[in-house]
Antibody
Framework: QITLKESGPTLVKPTQTLTLTCTFS??????????VGWIRQPPGKALEWLAL???????RYSPSLKSRLTITKDTSKNQVVLTMTNMDPVDTATYSC???????????????WGQGTLVTVSS | SYELTQPPSVSVSPGQTARITCSGD??????AYWYQQKPGQAPVLVIY???ERPSGIPERFSGSTSGTTVTLTISGVQAEDEADYYC???????????FGGGTKLTVL
């Protein structure tokens, strides 16, 4: 059974760096074809893809946020970490991690999701 | 940047058929995926690779594709199908993941 859970601060101040951890079970990020993605959703708005990391440590970032994002994995701990720099109130959203399926590093989609964690950016 | 366009809302009576469209230039070359999201819950994958249905998803959910538009069809809509629906695909190089703006399905 695949499960994912996000953890991190619920409140950050503008200009601070956000660090979120996705802890998962039921799969290994060392298995060929496996990946973990991060997606966010501002309150009342649409899903927005942020980043993806694959079993081979290939990383993909949203072009609009690439300069602010870093995704890493710790295979031994079954964790994926996302950092986002220079946080702004518009970054207030629920941040979710998800198990990725696909072929190689293409045809990406997400079949298991964490419940998400709401991050508020406010001074 | 690459975009997927969905209608903001679709309304249908119980038992009728709901069709939710998603348009994008690379859809003829890239698979589309559909997610259902109910308030306060995580998205659930309901269609993958344009037309495939994951195990556990009711048969009334189906996907189709025609040119630059993909369609999620829900036949015999039930009250429990009221939710937001998002399409997802990729850019032409398969590098980036893109979500549509979402469609709120209202069951009258």
């Amino acid at each position: 059974q695949i499960t994912l859970k996000e953890s991190g601060p619920t409140l950050v101040k503008p200009t601070q760096t956000l660090t979120l951890t996705c802890t998962f079970s039921g799969f290994s990020l060392s298995t060929s074809g496996v990946g973990v993605g991060w997606i966010r959703q501002p309150p009342g708005k649409a899903l927005e893809w942020l980043a993806l990391i694959y079993w081979d440590d290939t990383k993909r970032y949203s072009p609009s946020l690439k300069s602010r994002l870093t995704i890493t994995k710790d295979t031994s701990k079954n964790q994926v970490v996302l950092t986002m720099t220079n946080m702004d109130p518009v970054d207030t959203a629920t941040y979710s991690c998800a198990h990725r399926r696909g072929v190689g590093t293409v045809h990406n989609y997400f079949d298991y999701w964490g419940q998400g964690t709401l991050v508020t950016v406010s001074s | 940047s690459y975009e997927l366009t969905q209608p903001p809302s679709v309304s249908v009576s119980p038992g009728q058929t709901a069709r939710i469209t998603c348009s994008g230039d690379t859809l003829p070359k890239q698979y589309a995926y559909w997610y259902q999201q109910k308030p306060g819950q995580a998205p659930v994958l309901v269609i993958y690779k344009d037309t495939e249905r994951p195990s556990g998803i009711p048969e009334r959910f189906s996907g189709s594709t025609s040119g630059t538009t993909v369609t999620l069809t829900i036949s015999g809509v039930q009250a429990e199908d009221e939710a937001d629906y998002y399409c997802q695909s990729a850019d032409s190089s398969s590098t980036y993941v893109v979500f549509g703006g979402g469609t709120k399905l209202t069951v009258l």
